[in-house]
């Protein structure tokens, strides 16, 4: 593989990062078989591995670090704090005080001494951006984490940690992780080149439209199709399908199948770094490399861009982060009282 470098932190990865929130009670519970399939990624030229404390409640990391026993020199590890890790109010969120927690956890799970990229999974309104920097600055300066991202944060938030960093002397989120494909495109318009502009590497999410860039799912199927992890996943948007009937004639004269078109198509931004692909078996992770070489001509892309216009969203991704100011009735409507009755 042809290896890009992370943003300007100098590390070089390869332009597929393999996702390990398939490994563990969410996906795949063999834990040998996941192994497998880690070190055929890695065997393969894959040398990014991104998982998250959440992903499995610890066993994720658990597998990677098993898997990368005499092999952690090799490769860039990546994982995540943020999303609640009990029932404790304090195990979770981007405070200092769960953040410096979380993270000797991950560490002792993932079986080393440094993370090479820590991240916070989502944006946490109810702590100043300044506190998390604080504390994910202490830590590269410990030496247990080597570079700092975030994941899923508006243009907007990606510009004020930048700022704040930088007066407040604070090491700097050197990566985002949003989600990004044919199907959802919205980050072109602001994320992608505000990361640009500051130089931050990006890891995309689910390139392969939550599943629906397999081909697999296709208009007049049944709509209570269930993903492999058991979380439900309708596809009920009828746009994300309809743009999966036009994708798949224009992959089929292309001679390709539609997962290898979504993949390339998602690696060809100049804004991006790496796509996370998220095998659950082996099966998958070799259809997936199989796919490693392909590069889309202009005609391709430009054909994509008119099935699919540049920076919109075909319709949401249903798990990708909705900020307070959408998801809170009170922060969109005034007090009655206040509401003018003329």
């Not at 539609?258 to 770094?273: D, N, Q, S, W």
Request: with cysteine; net charge negative.
């Amino acid at each position: 593989m042809k290896y890009r470098t992370l943003g300007r932190t100098g590390i070089e990865v390869s332009p597929y990062c393999l996702g390990a929130m398939m490994f563990g009670a969410m996906g795949n519970p063999d834990h040998d078989d996941s192994i497998r399939i880690i070190h055929r990624a890695l065997d393969a030229g894959i040398n990014f591995i991104d998982t998250a404390d959440v992903y499995s409640q610890g066993e994720s990391e658990v597998i990677v670090g098993k898997a990368l026993k005499g092999r952690r020199d090799d490769v860039v590890l990546a994982s995540k704090v943020h999303y609640p890790m009990g029932d404790d109010p304090n195990q979770r969120g981007n405070s200092r005080r769960w953040i410096i927690t979380a993270v000797e956890n991950s560490l002792r799970r993932l079986q080393t001494d440094h993370l090479d990229l820590y991240q916070v999974h989502r944006p946490d309104p109810t702590v100043d951006v300044e506190e998390t920097l604080s504390a994910l600055s202490e830590l590269i300066h410990s030496g247990k984490v080597r570079a700092i991202g975030a994941s899923c944060f508006p243009a907007s938030e990606i510009v004020e940690a930048q700022w704040v960093a930088e007066q407040r002397g604070l090491e700097r989120f050197r990566t985002e992780q949003p989600p990004y494909s044919i199907l959802n495109r919205g980050i072109e318009r602001e994320v992608l080149p505000v990361c640009q502009r500051y130089g931050m590497g990006t890891l995309v999410w689910s390139p392969l439209g939550q599943g629906l860039l397999t081909g697999r799912y296709r208009k007049g199927q049944p709509t209570d199709t269930h993903r492999s992890s058991g979380m439900p996943q309708h596809f009920s948007d009828e746009r994300k399908l309809d743009v999966v009937e036009r994708l798949i004639p224009l992959a089929d004269k292309a001679g390709l199948p539609l997962a290898h078109l979504a993949m390339a198509f998602a690696i060809a931004h100049p804004g991006v770094t790496s796509a996370i692909i998220g095998p659950r078996t082996m099966e998958q992770l070799d259809d997936l490399l199989a796919g490693a070489h392909v590069t889309l001509d202009d005609d391709i892309l430009d054909r994509i861009d008119e099935i699919a216009p540049p920076g919109t969203d075909a319709g949401p991704n249903d798990v990708a982060y909705t900020p307070p100011a959408i998801t809170s009735v009170g922060l969109r409507r005034r007090p009655i009282t206040e509401r003018s009755t003329a």
